[in-house]
């Protein structure tokens, strides 16, 4: 007998049941190893919104609503946005951070609104934060930004890359990376 059936396999005992005994107990910590992996996945994703979401609220000084969307949901019923769908599989959530402007039912102030324009005036900066939670957030492929009619977005292409959204007039359909412009 090897050492490791002297140590596991007792008098009268078959070691192949012992074998079969330690494989379950890998296999088992392996599935517990995956699903604590995808909760800290979550949890990764959750915090990545949660600072992005903190940092624009610190910026403006008022809440900013998200939205978080699989394609199929935010094409809805239009049929302008029937085509609009993620070129990924496991990809295809759209997360849209609302600023509040001073249109909105419950008006912020000049300066929140200012802050809130400078925002969007910002490509760097909204590349940041899109750039932040797609790479945390594995189901996520596009962020987008609203400012009362006025939407920007960041968008993985085909090649994987982080792209700007391009900004396209209400005619016609609206494809992935494309974003209604007013």
């Known amino acids: ?29 392996a599935s517990q190893l995956v699903v604590m992996k995808e909760g800290k ?9 949660e600072g992005v979401t903190s940092d624009i609220q610190g910026r403006i000084g008022a809440v900013t609503t998200v939205g978080r969307f ?40 000049r300066k929140q609104d200012r802050a809130g324009y400078n925002i969007m005036n910002s490509p760097k900066l909204t590349r940041t934060y899109a750039q932040k939670i797609i790479s945390d957030c594995e189901p996520v492929a596009s962020v987008k930004f609203s400012y009362w009619e006025w939407t920007q977005g960041w968008s993985l292409n085909k090649d994987n890359e982080l792209v700007e959204d391009k900004c396209k007039n209400s005619d016609g359909n609206l494809y992935w990376g494309q974003n209604l412009c007013v």
């Open 1 to 29: 007998m090897n050492s490791i059936q002297k140590y596991y396999a007792k008098p009268g005992m078959n070691p192949v049941i012992t074998t079969k005994g330690i494989l379950f107990s890998v296999i088992l910590v």
């Open 41 to 49: 996945a979550q949890d990764r994703c959750q915090a990545a919104i």
């Open 70 to 109: 699989s394609t199929a949901e935010f094409r809805g019923s239009s049929e302008r946005m029937e085509t609009y769908q993620s070129p990924f599989n496991n990809a295809d959530e759209i997360i849209i951070f609302f600023l509040k402007t001073e249109m909105d039912m419950q008006p912020v102030s």
